[in-house]
């Protein structure tokens, strides 16, 4: 095979061209585009519950039932505060009436009177969505109305609900709950609406102890996380594998 | 094959084929994968967005501030600082534009969530000032004596 200087140069160029041509489809992304791209998102909505803090006054259940529009004499709530009564022959007593919607006044727990001088220690744990990163509840949707945001908060489509139960029953938390109005399952995505205009979450705005706090744990500044990484927190049934998002300070091996 | 084979087969492809048609009707364009993968993410994207408008209850002492500044400095000064205004007076929604004005809770219920006395060691409930309900005052309301915005202050 011959091949003239001219014909090198012009097959050269001609293959260099159509080698190069399909590579300008491609577009260089800068950082923050390719990470909007594969939907990644700079926000990973976490909680810290300090329960050393909580007194039980039960003013963060009221406030969630008030923002979200949750019946307030429905016995269902996004968020609840359990009484915890050790006593001293080992047993653990457990109410939260209403979801503790009018705080814990007396030391009456349903129909027992426990004895002040009986009790080895006594607490209030504040429970809500621990928007987990392998949430149960959307695994088991069967129509895709429940799912995970970018930004780790698991909501609820209320158009595309169908009011199965299926998630109620999946979730290890019992957060999970039918709403008695709009006849779909509803719980707490963190206040949603004002979390992602920059404000607390309304039980985060009302608690007056700081016992609850409100994390983006992809801000390595924000101080809360800081608690997170930083601190001896825990977690609800970490056996499950769910992943919360949820932790707690002080956590009571007695709660369940 | 025989005749009596074919017919359900045509009717069961019929029905397949009406609902693919009646899923592309049905089923809303933003619906699909948006999420990490398919078990979490899939779900209508628009649906985000109606969340993000459920309409904000409670504004915050910020927006209280706007007007009742003199009641928000009283209250910053006390030992009530950390309690939220709308927590006594009730959420502003759209205060003062459309609820005139708000339902101020007054009960000694209100004020029993916190001062209630629990005998209860090593809880944060200890350390707070409280009462026996049965044993102080009864009858009467705690606003009658102590100013909610200045416990210390005394009212009688």
């Not at chain 1, 594998?241 to 091996?253: M, Q, R, S």
């Not at chain 2, 364009?29 to 309409?55: A, C, I, M």
């Not at chain 2, 004005?101 to 007054?106: A, G, K």
Request: proline content about 6%; overall charge negative.
């Amino acid at each position: 095979m011959t091949c003239s200087r001219r014909d090198f140069l012009k097959e050269a160029v001609g293959g260099t061209l159509a080698s190069v041509l399909p590579l300008s489809a491609f577009t260089f992304l800068s950082p923050a585009e390719a990470r909007a791209a594969i939907a990644e998102s700079n926000v990973r909505w976490a909680f810290l519950v300090d329960t050393t803090k909580c007194v039980g006054c039960g003013l963060c259940v009221n406030a969630c039932k008030n923002e979200n529009e949750i019946p307030y004499d429905a016995a269902v709530t996004r968020t609840w505060v359990e009484r915890y009564v050790v006593t001293k022959d080992g047993q653990t007593h457990i109410d939260s009436p209403m979801g503790g919607r009018d705080g814990f006044t007396s030391m009456q727990m349903g129909e027992e009177e426990i004895d002040p001088d009986d009790i080895d220690k006594a607490f209030f744990v504040p429970k809500l969505c621990n928007q987990c990163d392998n949430p149960a509840c959307v695994q088991v949707c069967p129509v895709g109305a429940t799912y995970q945001t970018n930004d780790g908060v698991v909501l609820i489509d209320r158009d595309w609900c169908i009011g199965c139960g299926y998630c109620i029953m999946a979730c290890p938390y019992g957060v999970r709950f039918f709403h008695p109005v709009h006849k779909v399952a509803d719980k707490c995505n963190f206040c949603y609406h004002r979390i992602s205009k920059g404000m607390e979450p309304a039980c985060v705005e009302c608690c007056s102890f700081g016992a609850r706090r409100l994390a983006n744990l992809k801000d390595p500044d924000d101080p809360v996380t800081k608690i997170i990484t930083t601190e001896r927190v825990a977690v609800l049934k970490d056996e499950y594998g769910t992943k919360p998002h949820v932790f707690y300070l002080g956590l009571d091996a007695n709660v369940r | 094959m025989k005749w009596h084979v074919l017919r359900p087969l045509w009717v069961a492809i019929g029905l397949v084929g009406a609902i693919l048609i009646a899923g592309a009707f049905l089923v809303p364009d933003d619906f699909g994968v948006h999420g990490r993968n398919f078990t979490y993410g899939y779900y209508r994207l628009s649906n985000v967005q109606e969340w993000k408008d459920f309409p904000v209850k409670y504004q915050g002492r910020e927006s209280c501030a706007e007007c009742h500044e003199e009641n928000l400095q009283m209250l910053n000064a006390s030992t009530h600082a950390p309690v939220e205004c709308e927590n006594c007076h009730g959420p502003s929604v759209n205060h003062p534009d459309d609820v005139e004005s708000l339902p101020l809770n007054t009960a000694r219920d209100l004020c029993l969530r916190c001062h209630a006395f629990l005998e209860y060691p090593n809880s944060a409930r200890g350390s707070l000032l409280s009462i026996v309900d049965r044993r102080h005052k009864r009858r009467k309301e705690c606003s009658e004596c102590h100013n909610p915005h200045d416990p210390k202050e005394d009212m009688r």
